[in-house]
C-alpha cells in the first residue's frame, strides 16, 4: 500500500488535514514535527516544512528515510507570471531552481551538476492527477514551477528564467522534486496563485489571498486522497 507523505506550507492547511487525519501517531525527528496516520484510507506522514529549500529538502529526507513514504505531495501558494491569474490551480510538470548558477562549469542555468536540467514529475502520475481535477470539474493549468530562496516582487529577479507562458515562482517544490528524485520517489507539488510578480499590489494580495489559498489547498488535497487508488 502506498504511504503518501504530505508535505504543508502553511498552518491553516495543515490544521484542517490534521483534522481529517484518523489515528494520528506525533513524531519529532531533527526539529521537524510528523503527524502520520490514515487520510480517506490512505495512510499518510504529514509535515509543515517550514520556508526554504532547506527545510523542504530536510523534511522531504525524513519522510522517505525514517517513514518509507512512496510518494511526496506537497501543495501551497505561489506567485504567478501572467498569464496566469490569481486563484489559478498549478499542477507542476516540472520543476527548476531559479537561483541556481554553474553555467561557468557548462550547466544550464538552474541545473545543479550531476542532476537533470529539470525535475519531471512522472508522467502517469500527471495523467491520475488531471483526470481527478477533470472528474471533479476543478480548473488547472499544468505549468512549470520554479524555487528559490527568495520572495521575488520583481520579474527583474528572474531575468535569467525562461517565463514564456507564464510559470509559479515559490520557495520550496524545486528541492523537494529533487530530494524525491536522488531517492528514486515519486512526487507531485500543487500551487495555487496567490499573487501575480510585478503588479502593484502584490505583497497585499499574497496577504489578502493566503489563508484563503491554503484553506482551497488542504480541500483540494482532502479530495486527490479520496480519489486515488
Known amino acids: 500500500m502506498v504511504k503518501i507523505g504530505i508535505i504543508c506550507a502553511m498552518k491553516p492547511e495543515m490544521d484542517i488535514l490534521l483534522n481529517a487525519t484518523?489515528?494520528?501517531?506525533?513524531?519529532?525527528?531533527?526539529?521537524?514535527?510528523?503527524?502520520?496516520?490514515?487520510?480517506?484510507?490512505?495512510?499518510?506522514?504529514?509535515?509543515?516544512?517550514?520556508?526554504?529549500?532547506?527545510?523542504?529538502?530536510?523534511?522531504?529526507?525524513?519522510?522517505?528515510?525514517?517513514?518509507?513514504?512512496?510518494?511526496?505531495?506537497n501543495s501551497g501558494i505561489?506567485?504567478?507570471?501572467?498569464?496566469?491569474?490569481?486563484?489559478?490551480?498549478?499542477?507542476?510538470?516540472?520543476?527548476?531552481?531559479?537561483?541556481?548558477?554553474?553555467?561557468?562549469?557548462?550547466?544550464e542555468y538552474g541545473q545543479v551538476p550531476s542532476m537533470p536540467k529539470e525535475f519531471m514529475v512522472n508522467p502517469d502520475l500527471l495523467v491520475l492527477v488531471k483526470s481527478i481535477f477533470n472528474r471533479l470539474k476543478l480548473p488547472y493549468v499544468c505549468k512549470k514551477v520554479y524555487s528559490g530562496d527568495q520572495f521575488v516582487s520583481s520579474i527583474d529577479k528572474l531575468d535569467k528564467v525562461n517565463l514564456e507562458g507564464g510559470v509559479a515562482i515559490e520557495m520550496e517544490g524545486a528541492a523537494i522534486a529533487h530530494t524525491a528524485i536522488r531517492a528514486g520517489?515519486?512526487?507531485?507539488?500543487?500551487?495555487?496563485?496567490?499573487?501575480?510578480?510585478?503588479?502593484?499590489?502584490?505583497?497585499?494580495?499574497?496577504?489578502?489571498?493566503?489563508?484563503?489559498m491554503s484553506e482551497r489547498s488542504a480541500w483540494v488535497t482532502l479530495k486527490l486522497l479520496e480519489n486515488m487508488e
Open 22 to 73: 484518523k489515528e494520528t501517531k506525533k513524531v519529532k525527528l531533527l526539529g521537524v514535527t510528523f503527524y502520520e496516520g490514515e487520510i480517506m484510507n490512505q495512510r499518510v506522514v504529514l509535515s509543515l516544512c517550514g520556508v526554504g529549500k532547506v527545510n523542504a529538502a530536510i523534511a522531504t529526507t525524513l519522510l522517505i528515510s525514517s517513514f518509507s513514504c512512496t510518494l511526496i505531495l
Open 185 to 212: 520517489v515519486d512526487f507531485l507539488v500543487l500551487r495555487y496563485i496567490s499573487d501575480i510578480i510585478g503588479e502593484e499590489n502584490q505583497e497585499e494580495d499574497y496577504l489578502k489571498f493566503e489563508r484563503e
Open 78 to 107: 505561489a506567485g504567478g507570471i501572467s498569464p496566469l491569474k490569481k486563484r489559478d490551480s498549478v499542477i507542476a510538470s516540472s520543476l527548476m531552481y531559479h537561483d541556481f548558477d554553474a553555467t561557468i562549469f557548462g550547466y
